[in-house]
């Protein structure tokens, strides 16, 4: 049976910004931290796509914390 890994905030930043840099392939990153290039490319999408949250507004920011666990 296989089972969902819980990954960290931390560990999900970490495997984002890597791909970002683009130093290795998605494979190889993927191999790295023992997950799949897919995840990895999903990675580094959610953290492309709220990464201008990071220069808004207070306000902003826990509206949009808000609207994400919802």
């Not at 969902?4 to 970490?14: D, H, T």
């Not at 931290?33 to 990675?43: A, G, N, Q, W």
Request: hydrophobic residues 40%.
């Amino acid at each position: 049976m296989k089972y969902k890994k819980k990954l960290s905030p931390e560990f999900k930043a970490k495997v984002a910004l890597e791909a970002i840099r683009e130093s290795m392939p998605l494979t190889d990153i993927a191999k790295k931290y023992e997950i799949t290039p897919s995840m990895v490319s999903e990675l580094k999408e959610e953290f492309l796509a709220g990464a201008s949250q990071v220069f808004a507004p207070k306000a902003d920011q826990q509206e949009h914390q808000k609207v994400v666990r919802l």
